[in-house]
């Protein structure tokens, strides 16, 4: 597939300086770019790539653009309209509908004529496949499942019973939409099952990084919104809801029953413990544990920086003392303040 | 099914206030119960649904049956007593015995004749499928492994060749069980493995979340007690010790050797370092880091709480100066003490 | 398969204290070797061991040698030599070459004669599988992917199109390399995918743990030094590039286009945000975040060690004043300063 520069600019709101009938095939990075190829200035750092670079042409904005000297596309945004282009060059591979042999498909599901089901994929009982949805190889969709139209599992991907993904999305291998929440009651010294009745529900438009679980709600549902990007690995605990457009990067951890607001962005490795509401538009940094609601949109952390070791070794054993040195503190305070009082009189 | 509030009441020691010939049929939140279903109070917070819920039947503690007008089961454990009933209403899906076509099973595996073996599963060489065990869609049963009578594996899970799985365990997908260990000679600048040749042993009654991995011994065996609970992404590391009822959170990393005891509680994203021993009925928060044996009962914790990122930035500043601060206010301290030596002489 | 003890000493650079002619069938541990086994001294605060162990040779170093009465191989690194005669007495597991008659290879791979496809394996269009690579149980080898010689995909291991795996590497169960990168373009509220069209090229050697995710690179390549070792559950996220000989342990996170070094460390947990340079032989403890590029070798950390959770608590409340309490300290310094001076005039 090739798109000249001139077209690129026609769809995506931009100028072409330079050659306007360049025949554009590939999108590609500044070190990599090729004659066919165009790439984007990521990072105004990487300025001096733009005199060195292979590339056919290069999007950038405005300011930018004098310092290169061959075929350029002027945008507002670049990295948004990079990713347009690259969404052009490069769509999802095409598939041709229908089932692979070795797919187990129940009777009672109901898949579209324009879906695949590939390879030693399990359909269950009442699951339902909606148009041009691929399932990749492996995958197992649970009874009374259903996917959207136009979504996509790319392989090894597990819908639990009665969950739904919706039309649009991209889920990865490994995903598990739908076990059981981790619900507990005590029972002396033993714990008895709370069985997790409810389902997981996602959006449109929603992607899933490799090996990300969402369990499935104890009694009501565990709700992911439309536009939602959850990277590899995450958590989402029973009952979860988390707002439309909201991005998580991995190892994130959402306990039970917590809602996130729309738009929000939570940083790797961060914990939010169960039953908190964080509004929209809240920013939480990598590694921070949130345990308390958020009622004002912004900035949250409680993340510490490396240092070298010894270093920081001796910083965090005083850590450990900070309360009594606190009151080391307030006690010299008290005796400098007396002893002003009695120098005062 | 339904079932009588009256025979609820018989089989779970309540007392019925209201209806004894109601026929609930589903376990259900306050929020979304029908007349058919019964709930139960999670909260004393939400005291006030008492009043607006449509549930046929609430469970309730005594004290707390005076806020509702319709039927009420009154137990002394409501949570417990709702699990229990929840259990009953809803149990795990009935099937058939057998094992679908295209399930691969060696001809020297025992599979008993009560079990089900799923589509797409692989029952390698020696493994033994116990009575009534369930094995869902893709799992990988290895050469010699055993999975104990009435154990589910939901689909999707591996258990590594001669690892066992004991009776009455829930695996969710995604679950490996004995990966090998990581155990690495040094070998100048290269890692010389050291071969995995332990196994993994689960208990009764064990639940493992989905995608949670654990690994093989090196040379002996890594030991999950009975009535341990594992929700998802858990990692254990090879010859770690569980003890009995212990429940851990997801993303709980545990090191190799380690120990710990009988009924502890383990917060999400918590790690605990290898070779320590952890005695019974520690409960560690989520997010703390455990480096050092703990020999008593109680709680630990290093945890730290988000907050603005703007007020946590200049707090983390500092407590990276907190060994010199903390030098600081001890040579104020001795000019103190000797400037009132001086004017006490 | 017995080996004798004068062959080991022989092939390992050892001597022999005892019975040279003593066959030695299996590699374990002190605790539970028998008169056939071969066991080691992994601390020296086993030693007492060394009189009741059951082993019928252990491998020690010349010091220790003294401790026990019977047959001993002396070693200069008896964790290394251990390591070695384990991988020669414990092989993994012959196979026969071949393909499952329930594999699904596209007539457009390319499967060498010596390798094994197991049951319900996926190898998709222009794969290539090569000399006694083995390729377990329901794993899917992507369009144009490669497994290079003698590599073990163990199962349930996904290989995304067009990456390549070197030779003589170990992937273990629910590992998938090639997920899409975590990259969006923010437009508007929502967020546009870019195609993530790099790959993921592992070296030789390489070890990969259960569950553990690669992504593949935005536009060059995400790329896996050879020897490296990586543990459960580690996410590493595109274009990320780690150096020879590294070792990971489990649910460390590395963001995109972060540089490691080669020899590096990183303990468990740990975090290391995107855009970085590690350089080599940095050793990382477990649970830090690292923030900043790292210029120069050696130990960095922030982890925080947990304590008794109330002690714990009144630390962790005097660090969200820090900042004020620093202030604080200054203002008395200040004062003393000013006191002094009065005083010395």
Excluded at 6 to 25: T, W
Excluded at 202 to 220: F, K, P, Q, S, Y
Excluded at 296 to 319: T, V
């Amino acid at each position: 597939m090739a798109v000249t520069l001139a077209e690129l600019a026609r769809r995506f709101q931009g100028r072409v300086r330079g050659n306007p009938d360049l025949a554009i095939k590939r999108a590609a990075s500044l070190d990599s770019a090729g004659p066919d190829d165009i790439a984007y200035l990521s990072d105004r750092k990487f300025l001096a790539k733009l005199a060195s670079t292979a590339a056919g042409a290069v999007i950038l904005a405005e300011p930018d653009a004098a310092h290169r000297a061959g075929s350029v596309l002027i945008v507002e945004n670049p990295h948004l309209c990079f990713a347009r282009v690259a969404q052009l060059l490069h769509p999802a591979p095409a598939f041709r509908p229908g089932a692979h042999a070795s797919a187990v498909i129940s009777p009672s599901a109901r898949v579209a004529a324009s879906a695949w089901v590939g390879p030693h994929v399990v359909v269950e009982d009442g699951a339902e496949i909606k148009d041009d949805a691929y399932i990749g190889p492996g995958c197992l969709v649970g009874a009374r499942a259903a996917v959207g139209a136009r979504s996509r599992l790319v392989g090894h991907v597990v819908i639990g019973d009665r969950c739904s993904v919706g039309e649009d999305c991209l889920l990865h291998p490994g995903v598990v939409i739908g076990s059981d929440g981790f619900g507990f009651a005590k029972d002396g010294e033993q714990w008895q099952k709370v069985p997790q009745l409810g389902h997981v529900i996602l959006g449109h438009g929603v992607e899933v990084g490799a090996n990300t679980t969402i369990d499935r709600g104890a009694l009501d549902d565990t709700l992911i919104g439309s536009g939602v990007k959850l990277d590899n690995q995450i958590q989402i605990a029973h009952n979860v809801h988390i707002g439309d457009n909201t991005a998580i990067a991995a190892f994130v951890g959402i306990a039970g029953s917590t809602r996130i607001g729309k738009r929000c962005t939570i940083g790797g490795q961060a914990g939010i413990t169960g039953h908190l509401e964080i509004v929209d538009d809240v920013h939480i940094t990598a590694g921070s544990l949130v345990t308390t609601s958020i009622r004002q949109a912004g900035a949250y952390s409680s993340s510490l920086k490396a240092e070298p070791a010894e270093k920081w070794r001796r910083n965090a054993a005083r850590l450990h003392h900070l309360d009594e040195m606190s009151q080391r503190l307030k006690v010299l305070e008290e005796k400098w303040q007396q002893h002003s009082e009695e120098h005062d009189n």
